[in-house]
């Protein structure tokens, strides 16, 4: 059978979260391809929506909806999934309960063998927080999951990242109007300055320093670039309380959660070494999130099911989520032979 695009709703029941509970949660999705063909899972990343995903699906794109049958499943908190702007009392807004990767993950697979009916992932890829989901999925479901295609992430949230992600979320938590997450309308002094405070991390300095924030003269200067492109990007786009919710999430990414470590250290090295699938780990050597001695750590650990290709690019984190045509060239050609590889 061919699929559309268009967006589906999985309704789980009540669903148990890290934080809490909801009575009906509800996992957004989307399907590319036929279902006979291979699997491949795609959930979306930070400030990701479903759409967003169509950077990397196409007949020549890295992934070829006529060769795969292609899931991309939206994040808890990313106002398609449940989320605090969505959901009504008494869970919605400030009182939405936290959500983990592994809640994400076991309600993604939910999805895939309940709605959809697969058996089996040919591959789970995913940029950023999709990354960080990529890796959890063969932890959490190690016969399940074939292959998996890290970009741009971690298995774990490093100190250095938990920090840079508590700097925007000051900003928007001590401005005036975002009133302890009570706010009636968009608090804009807030997220404003919570793009502002982000935006510096997410390209390498070189990129800042050939003036990469002009985008070929689509911008005049660095304060127009960060009007339109980071204000401009989550205002009237992104609730505040999806934003915090879903960056908690983040904050608190770690492999070794799933078993009894607790997040130890020996947890982490045992929870990647246990890994079964083959993983294919790409960091952008300019990175300020996702640096690439964290993934080089990380390969190390994988007991040679996993192979390291850097992505030699000053666009920094970016350069992962589909914004220039080299990189997603790179890209494209490591993901196409690796999952051609037997």
């Not at 070829?64 to 869970?91: Q, W």
């Not at 492109?229 to 919710?245: M, P």
């Not at 690019?313 to 037997?342: C, T, Y």
Request: include cysteine; glycine fraction near 10%; hydrophobic fraction near 35%.
């Amino acid at each position: 059978m061919t699929t559309d695009s268009t967006t589906q709703f999985y309704h789980h029941g009540r669903f148990r979260l890290s934080g809490g509970v909801l009575p009906d949660a509800v996992t957004a999705y989307r399907t590319y391809g036929d279902l006979g063909n291979p699997c491949i899972v795609f959930p979306t990343c930070y400030g990701g929506r479903l759409d967003s995903q169509d950077y990397m699906i196409g007949k020549d794109k890295a992934l070829d909806p006529s060769k795969y049958f292609i899931i991309t499943l939206a994040l808890f908190s990313n106002g398609e999934s449940s989320s605090p702007s969505n959901t009504p009392a008494p869970h919605g807004g400030p009182y939405f309960p936290a959500v983990s990767y592994e809640d994400n993950i076991r309600a993604q697979y939910a999805v895939l063998t309940e709605a959809l009916n697969v058996k089996k992932a040919f591959s789970v890829i995913g940029f950023s927080m999709g990354g960080q989901q990529a890796y959890y999925w063969p932890v959490m479901y190690p016969d399940f999951v074939e292959r998996f295609i890290v970009i741009c992430g971690s298995a774990r949230t490093s100190p250095h990242n938990k920090c840079f992600l508590e700097g925007p979320k000051a900003a928007l938590i001590a401005s005036n109007d975002f009133d302890g997450g009570h706010y009636t309308k968009d608090p804009q002094f807030g997220i404003r300055a919570f793009a502002r405070a982000y935006s510096a991390w997410a390209y390498g300095q070189t990129w800042f320093r050939a003036h990469g924030y002009l985008m070929g003269g689509l911008y005049s200067s660095l304060e127009d670039f960060l009007r339109a492109e980071w204000e401009g990007g989550f205002l009237g786009t992104w609730d505040a309380n999806d934003i915090l919710t879903l960056l908690h999430t983040w904050q608190t990414g770690d492999v070794s959660l799933i078993s009894k470590s607790s997040g130890s250290d020996d947890g982490f090295v045992n929870s990647l070494a246990g890994i079964k699938a083959q993983g294919l780990i790409m960091p952008c050597k300019t990175d300020l999130y996702f640096p690439p001695e964290d993934s080089e750590i990380e390969v190390s650990l994988m007991k040679k099911n996993a192979k390291l290709v850097v992505i030699d690019s000053v666009w920094g984190h970016m350069a992962g989520g589909g914004n220039n045509p080299a990189d997603n060239e790179f890209i494209k050609a490591q993901v196409r032979q690796f999952l051609q590889e037997v």
